[in-house]
């Protein structure tokens, strides 16, 4: 057996990513390397159906449920070819007269469940025509004002039979009726159950693998970013404008306490025993504008080497994003990554599928997007490549422990080839925030596992703070560079352990 010397080592894995970097040089772009890894496919839309698609929903073999800004829901058939094709795939329109439905939801005993700005609907077909014949209000209890922004997402259901739904504020600035600002969760009866408060302007909702409640909520007032932030039941999340509405929420007890304009979400959170701090920061003109759907991948494997994390979706920017959570003391924080980007429109709603591709539904919603276009309905499908990737994040007393797909190259795993900042958000009543209180913490030292798949970084952590990595030094083990070499990790607690 030939042994490579070192000095043979590095020279090879020079060139090779010499050879990485001239194919990038070459008009590459990062939508098409992306590409290699998750095909982007496109479902035709007939001529004349507006699909900005609100929400999503699969079941059957080849079948999709998508519902509409302007009020339709309708069947896909075909939507898994590959590619679909116009000859190939037939929309049937189930419902219509619906009013901008953004949840979609089926327990498989006939009946659909539509969450509507006024209501959530059940509605079926008993006679087979593929056309709902019965509608029956399922839940209210919450108030409208005939208002442009007042959104209700709402969720598939829960373990217990529970749909939970995330009110806008009227004009996302004001509470002008019921639990506008709120979460409500409605029962497997129908009953409304007020649940988490200071809610702004959410973008979508669903469980992680553990079955705990998430939803998107978009930068404004008391949000200096967008966030992706845990809905623990009791709680509150920010935003005080809807507090008002306690004195209709008995089960909560009494209002918390107004947070101070202008401090910081780990100050007040310290001050108030209902806060839940956010789990994960998008920071704003880095990872996006305006997050949006979110679907966990537990397709155990079929989508990739990702199992169990969270994709959210970005309206403004045509993305996808990739979130992989922790838990300590109890709280939720974790790292946003970039996924996939140079999607048709506006990323508003995804689903996975049984087969573990992933659909998802596009709108520019009258705000435009970078895609370009008004809607699409696409799907992402894993090729079975699996590229050189950050896999995983997690924070330890001083550091963080990074987790790849593929083994890293020693040589490139030194403390130069990474750097660090860290900044939070002022927490406070004007729209948004600049980054501040920032900080370029030191890599001191690394140490990578005998496997080369986990490299440990020794560096100060500041609580409640985003810590920035850039990883453009890293190479795997045949010298290529990460398919996306940078992360942002929301730190809430330090482990102290």
């Not at 010499?18 to 095909?39: D, S």
């Not at 932030?229 to 929420?249: D, E, M, R, S």
């Not at 040589?411 to 080839?417: E, F, L, V």
């Amino acid at each position: 057996m030939k042994t490579t010397s070192w000095t043979e080592r590095k020279i090879t894995c020079g060139l090779a990513a010499m050879a990485v970097a001239a194919g990038l040089a070459h008009g590459a772009t990062q939508a098409e390397r992306e590409n290699e890894y998750w095909r982007l496919l496109t479902v035709p839309i007939p001529e004349g159906i507006v699909l900005e698609a609100g929400a999503l929903q699969v079941f059957g073999k080849d079948r999709i449920a998508v519902s509409t800004r302007l009020g339709d829901i309708w069947f896909v058939d075909g939507a898994y070819g590959e590619p679909p094709t116009p000859g190939t795939v037939k929309f049937t329109r189930y419902a219509q007269g619906l009013h901008e439905v953004l949840g979609l939801t089926t327990r498989g005993d006939g009946w659909f469940y539509a969450t509507q700005r006024g209501e959530i609907t059940r509605m079926r077909d008993t006679n087979g025509d593929d056309r709902a014949d019965v509608f029956e209000t399922h839940a209210d209890g919450w108030g409208i004002t005939g208002d442009y922004h007042e959104y209700a997402f709402g969720s598939k259901f829960d373990r217990d039979g529970n749909i939970w739904l995330v009110l806008c504020l009227t004009g996302s600035f004001t509470s002008e009726t019921e639990f506008r600002g709120w979460c409500l969760k409605a029962t497997p009866d129908g009953k409304v159950v007020p649940t988490v408060s200071g809610i702004r302007s959410p973008g979508g909702i669903a469980t992680n693998h553990l079955g705990d409640m998430f939803y998107t909520d978009n930068q404004g007032p008391w949000n200096g970013t967008c966030w992706l932030k845990h809905l623990k039941p009791g709680g509150f999340v920010g935003n005080p404008t809807g507090n008002k509405w306690y004195t209709l929420a008995s089960n909560l007890g009494p209002r918390p306490a107004d947070p101070t304009s202008n401090s910081r979400v780990t100050t007040e959170w310290k001050k108030m025993k209902e806060f839940v701090p956010p789990a994960v920061g998008f920071p704003y003109g880095k990872m996006g504008q305006s997050a949006s759907g979110i679907a966990n991948d537990g397709s155990r494997g079929k989508f990739g080497p990702f199992q169990n994390q969270l994709f959210v979706g970005d309206q403004t920017w045509s993305t996808v994003m990739r979130v992989c959570l922790e838990q300590v003391d109890g709280v939720y924080q974790g790292a946003c990554l970039p996924f996939r980007e140079g999607l048709a429109s506006g990323s508003l709603s995804l689903e996975q599928a049984p087969d573990g591709s992933l659909f998802v539904g596009g709108s520019d919603r009258g705000w435009g997007a970078r895609g370009g276009k008004p809607f699409a309905l696409q799907r992402l499908v894993w090729t079975g490549k699996t590229p050189f990737e950050i896999l995983e994040i997690h924070s330890q007393p001083k550091g963080f422990v990074l987790t790849f797909t593929e083994p890293v190259d020693p040589a490139s795993a030194a403390p130069g080839a990474i750097t660090a900042e860290n900044f939070t958000y002022l927490y406070r009543a004007d729209y948004g925030s600049p980054e501040v209180d920032k900080g370029k913490p030191t890599i001191r030292g690394t140490r990578l596992s005998a496997d080369g798949r986990t490299l440990h970084l020794d560096m100060d952590l500041v609580e409640g703070h985003i810590h920035e990595l850039k990883l453009p030094g890293i190479r795997g083990k045949a010298g290529q560079p990460l398919l996306h070499p940078s992360a942002w990790f929301t730190l809430n607690v330090i482990p102290s352990k």
